[in-house]
Each structure stands twice: as C-alpha cells, then as structure tokens.
C-alpha cells in the first residue's frame, strides 16, 4: 500500500536473490491489477545458479516501465520474484523505492 495515489516515474529495485521481478499496480478502490514493469531479469541463469551477485540494485527510469499505467494513479504495488534456477536458496527483494513523477513547478 502506497501512503498516497500518483503517477510513478520510476522503481529502484535491491535484489536479494531472485532472477525475475514484474511489478503491478492496482488501486484501493477495486479494479484490476495492471503491469507496470514487464518481468525484467535481476541475474542471468548462471549468476542465479551460482548464487553470484545475488545482491545487486536494478533501476528501471521512465523508459521501463509501462506507458499507459505508469502515468495513471494508484496506491497498491504487487511485487512477482521468481527464482527458477536456483530452488534451495531463499530469495526475495531488499528494498524497493517508488518514484513518483516530479510536479510541473520542480
């Protein structure tokens, strides 16, 4: 749940393991959820097999994300992870920062 309903502009996502991230947005007052960020790799097969570079930031600008829910208001994000390489090894996110876009008078 987001503390307020804006646009978003762009994600900073810190990887904790997982190989593939998607993000939605849906709204509190019902609806579908939508993409706002297509399943994008956080580590190849072989960094998620080896369990290399597990920890690594991921910035996804403007150019990323999705158009048409990306300049649309909402207050719920749905996180996907997935990890299909590497299945006895715990994954999951650090962090993840939302960006809303800056306000015409900035």
């Known amino acids: 749940q ?3 309903s804006r646009p978003i502009h762009s994600l900073h996502i810190g990887n904790d393991g997982a190989a593939f991230v998607e993000v939605l947005l849906g709204s509190s007052s019902g609806g ?5 960020l297509p399943s994008a790799a956080l580590m190849s ?7 290399a570079e597990a920890r ?3 910035l996804f600008g403007p150019d990323s994300l999705v158009k048409g829910p990306a300049q ?5 994000l749905r996180v996907v ?5 590497c299945q006895s090894r715990p994954y999951g996110l650090s962090f993840i920062r939302v960006f809303s876009a800056p306000e015409e008078e900035e």
């Not at 579908?32 to 706002?36: A, N, P, S």
């Not at 649309?72 to 719920?76: I, L, M, S």
């Open 45 to 51: 097969p072989s960094e998620s097999r080896a369990g």
């Open 2 to 4: 987001l503390s307020s």
């Open 81 to 85: 992870l997935s990890q299909p390489y």
């Open 72 to 76: 649309a208001t909402w207050d719920r």
């Open 32 to 36: 579908d959820f939508q993409v706002l």
């Open 56 to 58: 690594r930031v991921r």
